[in-house]
């Protein structure tokens, strides 16, 4: 009797794990509202762009309050450790992320030497930090420094190895080139960081990072869902791609660019149930604020502003067959840009028309 009771439970232990299987078969494993496939009446995956300079979306990018801030500074902490390519699915390395937060490389300079003479407009770099002559700069080594070293012959053994490290006072004797010198007066350290009658510190070369507020624009896919057994339809939010901007570098031009004002390229893609739990983490109450100019007493966390959908977006793409853009559909068939934006605008109105036909239906 007892091992027919064992059998009995295992029996139903089994049939219990088998439809939590298919219940988690039934459902994106992205999805952050889990709505299984056969209460779905009705799904269509749409790409809308989101502008974060637009007056509607500033509550997402108050100054020194951006949510891209907050995203990139959860990336480098390690809080965000999956980013994606656009299928969702290949992740991408974070150093790869990192790097793309780059919009220029820096350009290191030769390294420079104490014993080299410099002329007016020589760049090179002295522990990292690019310099330019601001001025004719000879080396300012025992041999060549006539004002402040004498040659010695005191001193049987070779003194201390002249640094250029160091600063001397009057009195001091060092050996350089195999003679020996003493200073005639105090010599203070002479290095590009210290002389500033003949360098200063260069722009030219140095790295430039991508700021949160160069990231002002969001792409989000999600599905549009009709759930049939509450007759009610949902936006799914899938995930959030980052965009930041890249002024034109005119030393080195890329085609792709506008030549006036740059171009916008991704930084990778980001769940959105990843990014929900940041935004509802206790240790950044104070920084996921969405801005509410209208009321500073109904602020609201970033995670509730994307549901009660209090941003402004345009669609971008519907899934279609070509993936293509809306933008990208209109060009291959030779049409007005003009008409693919009004497009983006009856997308909207058809889909609002579609959710107003399942209410009926």
């Keep these: 009797m007892r091992t027919k009771r064992i059998v009995v439970g295992l029996a139903i232990v089994m049939f219990c794990n088998i439809c939590v299987a298919q219940d988690e078969a039934q459902v994106d494993p992205n999805s952050l509202l889990k709505i ?21 979306n500033k509550g997402f990018f108050a100054k020194r309050n951006e949510i891209t801030k907050l ?58 930090v690019n310099y330019e002559a601001s001025d004719d700069a000879p080396s300012k080594t025992p041999s060549n420094d006539s004002r402040s070293w004498k040659r010695t012959g005191k001193g049987k053994t070779a003194f201390e190895a002249w640094s250029v490290e160091k600063a001397y006072k009057i009195g001091d004797k ?39 507020a160069d990231v002002s624009k969001l792409t989000l896919v999600e599905d549009v869902i009709f759930d049939k057994r509450r007759s009610r339809l949902y936006y799914d939010m899938l995930a959030v791609e980052l965009k930041a901007y890249i002024p034109l570098d005119k030393s080195n031009p890329d085609p792709e660019q506008d030549v006036a004002n740059g171009s916008f390229k991704s930084l990778g893609w980001f769940l959105y149930k990843d990014l929900e ?12 604020i969405w801005f509410n100019r209208q009321n500073m007493a109904e602020k609201r966390n970033y995670a ?3 549901l ?18 809306i933008f990208e559909t209109y060009n291959n068939n030779r049409r007005p840009y003009k008409e693919a934006v009004w497009a983006t605008e009856w997308e909207e109105m058809r889909l609002m028309e579609k959710e107003h036909n399942l209410w009926e239906y």
């Design 308 to 325: 009660l959908r209090l941003f402004h977006c345009t669609i971008d793409k519907v899934e279609n067959p070509d993936d293509e853009t």
């Design 174 to 212: 060092v050996a350089f080139d195999g003679t020996n010198y003493e200073t005639i007066g105090d010599v203070p350290v002479m290095n590009p960081s210290t002389d500033k009658d003949h360098w200063a510190v260069s722009p030219e070369g140095k790295a430039i990072n991508v700021e949160p």
């Design 36 to 56: 299984p496939k056969y209460e779905q009446m009705y799904k269509v995956r749409v790409w809308r762009a989101i502008n974060l300079r637009e007056k509607q």
């Design 304 to 306: 509730d502003a994307f």
């Design 71 to 128: 995203i990139m500074n959860a990336v480098k902490s390690g809080e965000l450790s999956d980013f994606y390519e656009a299928d969702l699915v290949t992740k991408i390395p974070k150093d790869k992320f990192l790097s793309g937060l780059l919009s220029k490389e820096g350009v290191v300079f030769p390294e420079w030497v104490a014993t080299q003479n410099y002329t007016l407009g020589d760049k090179y770099s002295y522990k990292g």
């Design 277 to 288: 739990k940041v935004f509802r983490d206790p240790t950044h109450v104070a920084e996921a």
